[in-house]
């Protein structure tokens, strides 16, 4: 194997090491500053400050991972690693078979797309997909990419003519430019997001969640809140969206505050 082989396919496998370890640092330390992970069927997340608040919101979950190599080839600066990944997430366990395609440039990855069948993963991961909980799959895709801080991946989901009401009995926000000024404002600073939901309910086109709301602020104070939700679609996009919760728990909690345990009990389902 020529030089430049070799120390590709060591990049590779100690990324393959950092990822079966959960050490977050060490997966991005792998990447090139402006590097690129490329789950094919989504958007591109670039750059090591994106890479962390995604790979952090994907880690945030997970107890186990091991990504079992089944074949391994190097071509110059490009490795190919087929293999299955065998995880633990959100106390469920499922396996998925991958192929990505790595890129490594001075010693880091500067590309990495992913080659699955998404559906597969959802479903070993037990997100619905099927077209009875269709709706359901896409605000738990909405919540991911607010964890790891993607607006565009939020406001994919949504509608031109959206109308969100960030707390009903509030002014309304209306379109996605609107909405991304909030969500910019809003999440400023704002780490450690851990938004759940517990249970939902479907009628047409229409979907109720409840959950908790869970962050820390700029400030480093955590923020802990009830949650409902109200979610209008047309087609696969959201054009009303609709939060219920009781401000004073948030600040509460915000300034250190003990919680009544009958809040607790809701925001520990």
Known sequence: MEQVEQESLDVALGMVTAWNELDLDGIINSFSPDGVLHSMMKEPV????????HMAALLSSATRLELQLKTVAVK???VLLERVDDFDVNGKHGSVPVVGVLVIEDGHVAEWREYYDRNQLLSEMSVPTSADDQLIGIVEDIIASWKRKDIDGVLSHVA?????????????????EELRAFLEK???GMHDINWKIFRHSQTGNLLMVEGADD???AEGNRVRTPYMGVFEFEGDKVV????YFNPEIGEKSRAG???????EELLNQ
């Open 215 to 217: 962050f820390v602020d």
């Open 240 to 243: 009303g969206w609709r939060d």
């Open 46 to 53: 670039v750059g090591r400050e994106a890479l962390r608040a």
């Open 160 to 176: 031109d003519n959206v109308q969100y009401h960030y707390r009903v009995g509030s002014r309304p926000l209306n379109g996605p």
């Open 257 to 263: 505050e003990a919680l009544p345990p009958y809040v």
């Open 76 to 78: 110059g600066n490009t």
């Open 186 to 188: 809003f999440g400023a």
